[in-house]
Nanobody
Framework: QAPPVESGGGSVQSGGSLRLSCTPS??????????LGWFRQAPGKGREGVAH???????KYADSVKGRFTISQDDGKTTMYLQMNSLKPEDTATYYC??????????????????WGQGTQVTVSS
């Protein structure tokens, strides 16, 4: 599987919304049978899991984003989304898409190795 590609990042004011997308980098590929996740890394901090979705549509969220972010996939499983509402300055980070041939266990995907995208920047100003 080629690395996925993220898009949709940008700058927004506090309280605003953004939608991130993640697609396979090779045309004709899909995310069928993959467990997918969004991670983020703020300057000077470690990478943290934000939300995950498995091939059956099961989802998990970090406590910091519950009720504000929604992870989803299209019916063809060619695109994964992260709808981010009520954004806060502390959501500012580089957001990464990860794909794994595995399943959702607890809060994270397991059973394989994550294939990472290059990341997209999200900046929330107060």
């Amino acid at each position: 599987q080629a690395p996925p590609v993220e898009s949709g990042g940008g700058s927004v004011q506090s309280g605003g919304s953004l939608r991130l997308s993640c697609t396979p980098s090779v045309s004709g590929y899909s995310f069928r049978a993959y467990c997918l996740g969004w991670f983020r890394q703020a300057p000077g901090k470690g990478r943290e899991g934000v939300a995950h979705i498995d091939s059956d549509g099961g989802t998990k969220y970090a406590d910091s984003v519950k009720g504000r972010f929604t992870i989803s996939q299209d019916d063809g499983k060619t695109t994964m989304y992260l709808q981010m509402n009520s954004l806060k300055p502390e959501d500012t980070a580089t957001y990464y898409c990860a794909a794994m041939k595995g399943w959702l266990l607890g809060d994270f995907c397991t059973g394989g190795e994550n294939i990472w995208g290059q990341g997209t920047q999200v900046t929330v100003s107060s």
